[in-house]
Structures are given as C-alpha cells and as structure tokens.
C-alpha cells in the first residue's frame, strides 16, 4: 500500500456519503429550495454570531431584505472581523472551492460571480459525492407536505422522515389537522396514528425525528400519544430520531438564531430502549456534557445508534475528541456525522471539514493497528469508510 495518509484521502474522497440529516429540500419545490451565497450567508449560525459581536439588534436586522441581510454579515463578520469560526470558516471553503477570488471583491462582486455558476442541487451533490440525503419532513406543516404531492423530484435521492415536534409542542393542532384530513369520527389517539399512516404512505420515511429538552425526554416516556406511537413505529419498522438537549428559544427575540441547549438525563434515553426492545432509535446529543454517557448507552442498547455531530458539536475540536472515544468504545459501529445543512451548498463544507478530520482520526487508529503487528489493506480501509460514510446508517434504517 502507498502512503497511509494518501491513500485514505483517495478512499475518502471516492466514498459516496449516505446524509442522514439535513433540512434540505429539492430544487422544483421552489417555496422551501434554498440556495446561493446569499441564503448561505444567512445561516442562523451566523445571524447568532453577528448579533452577538456587533452593536446589530435584532430588529435592525430582521427588518432588512434577504441580499441586505448578507451584506451586513458580509462586512461585519468577513470584512471588519476575522472570519475565524467554524461557521464562517464555512463560507470560505464554499467560495474557495469555486475558486471565487474573495479577497479582492464586493459582496455585489462576488455574489455575481457565484450566481454565475449556476449550480444545480445535483451539481452540488455531485460535488460532495452525496448518493442520498434525508430530508426533515413535518407533516403537521401543509404548506411543507405539499412537496409530496408533486412528482417532479427524485425521491431516491431525497429521503423523507417524519418530524414530530409538533406533537408535543401543539398537539390539538395536530389532532385538528388529522381530523381535517381524516374525515372520520376517531378518538384522537386513532387519528393521530391513521394521520401518519396517510403520512407514511405519501411519504415513505426512513426514519421519525423529534428534538426534546429536559422536560420532554423526561416526560416522553410517559406520554399517552407517544406509547401508541411507539407501537406503530415499530409495526412500520421505522426508527425515531431523538435530538437531545435543544432549549428552544433561550433568546426570542434571534428567533431561529436563539436557540440554546438543555441539560437532559441520558438515563430516560436508556429507559426507552428497555421499554421498547423492538423499537430502534437514533439519537443525536447537543451538549458535550452528555458525549461520554451517550458513548456508554451506545455500548449497552443494540437498539439505539449514535449519529452525528448536532450544530454545536460541529466543532472540530470537539468532534476530534469526541470521535476517537466513540471508535475507543464502540468500534465503528456509530453513524459519525450528518451535515444539518438548510443550504444546499452548505453541503460542500460541511461534509468537506469533516472529511479531513476523519483522515486524521483514521489514519492514527490504523497507525496504532500497524504498530501492533495488524495488516491494514486498501479493501479494509474501503470497507470502513464505506461503513462510517453510508453502510451503517443503511443498514440502520432498512
Ligand atoms: O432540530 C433540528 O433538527 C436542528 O438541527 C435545527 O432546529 C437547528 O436550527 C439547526 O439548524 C442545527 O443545525
Ligand atoms: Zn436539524
């Protein structure tokens, strides 16, 4: 084999990536698809960052169009500050890899410029070597839902999953709309349960997602609606995704910049992989605090698999740390990232930072394999990567 580290950027590279988390939607749904330098500079992460650093409030802002709005974090992040975050880290390696000569430009120059490229949701898929991606489905949403009604997208490439938040967080809303779509004189328990399998039906979901706080993981258990949910997920065979430790709103006046994290207790994730041995659950944490935990209920539940490194673990740092203790603990049995992206061209960095980091993380395990005497050949190393980049989230939801 040639150089070690060579060689696993080539496998790396070549790998196709199976994204299991991404707000993204498909370009012909017009009224959701965002793309382009300007919805990219209007990350929420770094509406959060420029809100914070400058003397920017948040009505000011809010009340400005969308070009505006990334012209200003344009020149207060990029051009008065060191764009130095791992967010606006983001934006350059977007531009960057379009070989957009930033430096010397205008926002107005270099949107320009970036427009003219011209880019395609499949050129930038392409790009990133993403065979499939899941998207974020709320079918309490009808505006949203519309997307099933059409057919002018491809739908082995955007994967559908079930959002539930609304459940908990409004569920006579949610019994109203079933009730609307149902027509049929139900108990609301029944309803809310047919209203999914119509979902289900429209849909075919790979998996169903809710993010909880403190409270509603504490409480989820408990939860009438949710025991039947349970047992329809598992009839479905369908996993549900938990996303740990969000505290919604801890500064309204961001709106979707202001959103925090919870400490939760990982003991009542634990408790509903007992509960429900046949369910299957994915499970995703914000807060470094629970990593470790998280790690260790990973070892003890072969009904629940870690994904992913959720917003603010994206950090390299922390994903560095964080990796090597999942592979110390369980191998290469953990789904190891999700870019999370609302843009599709988020897409390129997001995938593109993390690829480096598994390269480093990688090439020391198999260093250390070497060392004690282990052959690592380029089959195995295709087969690992084709594991942590696809295989083990595939396996997991089919
Ligand atoms: O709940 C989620 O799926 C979160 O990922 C989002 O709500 C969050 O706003 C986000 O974009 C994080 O990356
Ligand atoms: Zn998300």
């Known amino acids: 084999m040639k150089n070690l580290k060579e060689e696993l950027n080539i496998i790396i590279n070549n790998t196709e990536i199976f994204d299991i988390h991404t707000h993204l939607f498909p370009s012909n749904f017009k009224t959701h698809y965002l793309s382009g330098i300007d919805e990219v500079l209007n990350y929420h992460y770094l509406i959060a960052e420029l809100l914070t650093s400058t003397n920017t409030t948040p009505n000011a802002f ?125 108990n609301e328990r029944d309803l809310i349960i047919k209203y999914l399998d119509t979902a289900y039906e429209q849909s075919n979901p790979v998996y169903a997602a809710i993010s909880l706080n403190k409270d509603q993981l504490s409480t989820l258990i408990e939860n009438k609606i949710f025991s039947y949910i ?51 659950f994915l499970c995703s944490c914000l807060s470094l605090n629970d990593q470790h935990e998280l790690t260790v209920i990973g070892r003890k539940h072969s009904n629940m698999r870690i994904f992913g490194f959720w917003w603010f673990m994206n950090q390299p740092t922390l994903i560095e740390m964080i990796m090597n203790l999942r592979i110390e603990l369980l191998g290469f049995n953990f789904i190891p990232q999700h870019s999370d992206a609302r843009v599709t061209d988020q897409l390129i960095y997001k995938w593109s930072h993390f690829k480096v980091i598994l390269n480093k993380i990688l090439f020391s395990h198999y260093s250390e394999l070497v060392l004690r005497g282990f052959k690592i050949s380029e089959e195995k190393i295709i087969t690992d990567v084709n594991k942590l980049l696809s295989k083990n989230a595939l396996d997991f939801i089919s």
Request: charged fraction near 30%; include cysteine; aromatic fraction near 10%.
């Open 62 to 186: 809010y009340n400005l169009n969308n070009n505006d709005r990334a012209k200003l974090i344009w020149e207060e992040l990029f051009i008065k500050q060191t764009p130095v975050s791992e967010a606006c880290k983001g934006v350059l390696t977007i531009l960057s890899s379009f070989e957009i000569d930033y430096s010397s430009k205008s926002f107005d120059q270099i949107n320009t410029e970036y427009l003219e490229l011209n880019l395609s949701d499949q050129d930038i898929l392409n790009r990133s070597k993403i065979s499939n991606l899941v998207m974020t489905n709320n079918p309490f949403d009808l505006e949203e839902w519309k997307l099933f009604e059409k057919k002018d997208w491809n739908s082995d490439v955007y994967l559908a999953s079930l959002r539930l938040d609304d459940i908990l967080l409004d569920p006579n809303k949610c019994i109203q709309t079933a009730k609307n779509k149902i027509q049929d004189n139900l």
């Open 230 to 280: 349970f047992e329809w997920l598992k009839l479905k065979n369908l996993p549900l995704s938990l996303l740990l430790g969000v505290k919604r709103q801890i500064n309204k006046e961001f709106l979707l910049a202001g959103d925090g994290i919870d400490r939760v207790d990982l003991s009542y994730l634990s408790k509903l992989c007992n509960k429900y041995p046949k369910n299957k």
